[in-house]
């Protein structure tokens, strides 16, 4: 989905968040930024076609980073239900802009490798040809995606080649409302 978040709330967000690294504090996502949390909570419910699922936001990160920061050239498969089991569903929202802000950073989404790729599920930084079928997302400040979070969506952040990426990730844990009758 793009332009989920506008321009200046992906600018508030990162620099809360550089304000809270350099004051050592730490910030709520759901209490300075309630609106994107009810944004993200509604889609997920619309994009599961059940409006009686109860979905809790678990874990965020806003991870702002360049390639000293993340110190790796490759991109490693996995499945966020594999890091933990509520992470059900999960949604990226980019604060930055590939090609403005920095270089590479893609998300891939892999369905299938290609014949002879490392088993491991770890793609090289030209590892995209490694990707037999599958779809590769490029950051766009405002840009969200939202996805379930079991192996049906194998998935992995490339390498970032220069400048400061800047993502929003949030994990979400839900339930089935039981209505009594």
Not at 64 to 70: E, H, K, L, V
Not at 125 to 141: C, I, N, Q, T
Request: hydrophobic letters at 40%; one cysteine or more; aromatic letters at 10%.
């Amino acid at each position: 989905m793009d332009n989920f978040l506008d321009d200046s709330t992906a600018t508030a967000i990162i620099n809360r968040k550089e304000r809270a690294t350099r004051e050592n504090m730490h910030f709520s996502i759901v209490e300075e930024f309630p609106g994107v949390i009810g944004k993200v909570k509604h889609a997920i419910q619309s994009a599961s076609q059940n409006s009686s699922l109860d979905v809790r936001l678990d874990h965020f990160r806003v991870d702002i980073g360049s390639p000293s920061s993340y110190g790796y050239t490759t991109c490693h498969l996995h499945s966020d239900f594999q890091a933990s089991v509520s992470y059900v569903y999960t949604a990226v929202i980019y604060l930055s802009t590939e090609g403005i802000e920095f270089e590479g950073g893609e998300t891939v989404f892999v369905d299938r490798l290609a014949q002879g790729v490392d088993a491991r599920g770890i793609l090289t930084s030209g590892g995209l040809d490694a990707v037999d079928a599958g779809d590769v997302v490029e950051p766009r400040k405002g840009r969200a995606v939202l996805f379930s979070g079991g192996l049906e969506n194998m998935h992995c952040r490339m390498p970032v080649f220069d400048g400061t990426r800047s993502v929003l990730q949030l994990w979400w844990d839900c339930a089935q409302k039981f209505v009594k009758g």
